[in-house]
């Protein structure tokens, strides 16, 4: 069961990267706390992937996206490479 974490005006919120992690820990998956992460997104789904691109950026992960994929995210800053 996942751990509700915090609390907001009495109500519990799940915070979804304790989950993640939890859920790839119980599955055997190894985090490292730096490398590189892929990522290759929908045009739909860019503003969403820019915000997690942008958190794995900020703390040293080297971020790889795809051609389009990659231009949006240069254009916020995160200056990765093109797969």
């Known amino acids: 069961m996942i751990d509700q ?6 109500e519990s919120t799940i915070i979804l990267e ?16 730096r490398g590189s992460v892929l990522f290759t997104v929908a045009d739909k789904d860019k503003a969403e992937a820019t915000d997690l691109a942008k958190r794995f950026y900020n703390i040293g992960y080297h971020v790889l996206a795809t051609a389009g994929t990659a231009a949006t995210f240069k254009q916020v800053g995160i200056m990765g490479g093109m797969m």
């Open 5 to 10: 974490v915090e609390e907001d005006n009495g």
């Open 18 to 33: 304790k989950a993640l992690y939890k859920g790839f820990i119980a599955s055997g998956v190894s985090i490292r706390p």
